[in-house]
């Protein structure tokens, strides 16, 4: 069996990437699949929400990437079980920098991750909202790449670039990668605007998109400053119940053991 591995991207901020790294990650685990989440993100969102301190030393995927540290040293539990993460630190701020000397650069994380490919059933590797040469490394990386996008206004824009991006990584670092699905997300429906981004969106991803559409949120948005999932902070929340169906919707698309992404 080989792990099934995701890029949950978009460049544009705000759009609830990290969330969604988090909650899908906690919820598939906690359905009983081994999860690695990486935290790819100079943000470290991701590390901190899961209750890790990004300024605390150890290896991370900053030394995976830049000292070829072995992915394993990095490999980090968690308090959901059967969910791991390989956290960041502040260091890799200046990794692109680093990376931009090294040889077939765009292939580092790869490279990295080839060790574990036996190890999980799901590996999702959270973006930063940028295009540049991490998250390049993560759709080289990727089966698939998961793509939130925010129920408000100019929801699409900026999606055609990354789309561009996709189509070029397929091109010359990764036939396999496929746009695996799009997420609603921050819905409101309530607002004559969120349901006619729904619409839009569907109507530009008719078989990308997940019919699980994740609500707007206080409770998610308040789990990370307590460094935990939705699952442990708030589990009967519309944010927890959504991202439990999202998790379900997820695995009925993409079986354990099947395969790479759909598109």
């Not at 998961?146 to 824009?157: H, N």
Request: one cysteine or more; a negative charge; hydrophobic letters at 45%.
């Amino acid at each position: 069996m080989k792990a099934q591995i995701f890029a949950i991207a978009n460049q544009k901020g705000g759009v609830g990437k990290t969330t969604t790294a988090v909650s899908l990650s906690a919820y598939l685990a906690n359905a009983g699949r081994k999860i690695l989440l990486v935290d790819s993100d100079p943000q470290a969102n991701a590390t901190t929400s899961m209750g890790l301190d990004p300024r605390k030393p150890g290896p991370s995927i900053y030394e995976v990437l830049i000292d070829n540290r072995p992915v394993e040293e990095a490999i980090t539990p968690t308090a959901v079980a059967g969910l791991s993460m390989v956290p960041a630190n502040l260091d890799l701020a200046g990794a692109e920098v680093e990376m931009a000397a090294r040889m077939a650069r765009e292939q580092l994380l790869s490279k990295a991750l080839r060790p574990l490919h036996r190890d999980y059933d799901y590996i999702f590797v959270d973006e930063p909202p940028s295009l540049g040469l991490i998250t390049i490394n993560g759709l080289t990386a990727a089966d698939g790449i998961i793509i939130p996008v925010q129920c408000e206004y100019l929801a699409l824009e900026g999606l055609s670039q990354l789309l561009e991006t996709i189509q070029q990584v397929r091109r010359v670092l990764n036939s396999r990668l496929r746009v695996a699905g799009v997420l609603l997300t921050m819905a409101d429906a309530r607002t004559n605007l969120s349901n006619q981004v729904v619409e839009d969106v569907r109507e530009h991803f008719p078989v990308e998109t997940f019919e699980t559409l994740i609500p707007r949120s206080v409770r998610l948005g308040e789990a990370p400053s307590h460094g935990l999932t939705v699952l442990n902070y708030a589990p009967e929340s519309a944010g927890a119940k959504a991202y439990q169906e999202l998790a379900a919707e997820f695995v009925d698309r993409f079986p354990v053991g099947v395969g790479a992404a759909p598109g």
